[in-house]
């Protein structure tokens, strides 16, 4: 089992900055990529990007590219989403997830179905 805890949201004005942090316990040891998706209201949950637990490689959706940047610390069992030039549009609930399945492609890392560890979530809002 993993679990995840996500932190870092807040209300905040377009054109600032957050960091949100992701702390995983549990059988880390299993988990091949880490993803950071989102979810607006009304909406389906939206890959963002990843990042190999491993190897620290990092894959980003075209939609946030250039204003978002994963990393991980791996002595604190940590992963973060820095995302900056927040816009309203960027207002949604931000999970971390977890997947222990090898060898994903670009194609199948974007799918919610292949992360089998979730957290709670942490909400993030930009006012205009």
């Known amino acids: 089992q993993v679990q995840l805890v996500e932190s870092g949201g807040g209300l905040v004005q377009a054109g600032d900055s957050l960091r949100l942090s992701c702390a995983v316990s549990?059988?880390?040891?299993?988990?091949?990529?880490m993803g950071w998706f989102r979810q607006a209201p009304g909406k389906e949950r939206e890959f963002v990007g990843g990042i190999a637990w491993y190897i620290g490689n990092t894959y980003y959706a075209d939609s946030v590219k250039g204003r978002f940047t994963i990393s991980r610390d791996s002595a604190k069992n940590a992963v973060y989403l820095q995302i900056n030039s927040l816009e309203p549009e960027d207002t949604a609930l931000y999970y971390c997830?977890?997947?222990?399945?090898?060898?994903?492609?670009?194609?199948?890392?974007?799918?919610?179905?292949?992360?089998?560890?979730w957290g709670q979530g942490t909400q993030v809002t930009v006012s205009s």
């Open positions: 997830a977890a997947s222990t399945e090898t060898g994903l492609t670009w194609s199948a890392l974007k799918l919610v179905s292949r992360y089998g560890y």
């Open positions: 549990g059988r880390t040891s299993s988990i091949f990529v």
